[in-house]
């Protein structure tokens, strides 16, 4: 929803429907021009790390359960 807020108001003509056009052409202009704003990008960063924060503290609980 904020990337196409985004777009809509910095970048109308990648959302822009022409039957001329086709989508990989769209995609290639969304790619090129950069038009994820860096906050966005930046909010979707940790959650890789998060994620295996997650896997190590469940392969520990799951060690401390099996060696108890």
């Given at each position: 929803?904020?990337l196409?807020?985004?777009?809509r108001?910095n970048?109308p003509?990648?959302l822009?429907?022409d039957?001329?056009?086709?989508s990989?052409?769209?995609r290639?202009?969304?790619?090129?021009?950069?038009?994820?704003p860096?906050w966005?990008?930046?909010?979707?960063?940790?959650?890789l790390?998060?994620?295996?924060?997650?896997?190590v503290?469940?392969?520990i609980?799951?060690l401390v359960?099996?060696?108890?």
């Amino acid at each position: 929803m904020l990337l196409n807020y985004f777009l809509r108001k910095n970048a109308p003509e990648v959302l822009a429907r022409d039957p001329g056009m086709p989508s990989q052409r769209q995609r290639r202009v969304f790619l090129v021009r950069g038009a994820t704003p860096r906050w966005v990008t930046l909010l979707g960063l940790p959650a890789l790390p998060l994620l295996l924060l997650g896997i190590v503290l469940i392969a520990i609980a799951c060690l401390v359960t099996v060696l108890r």
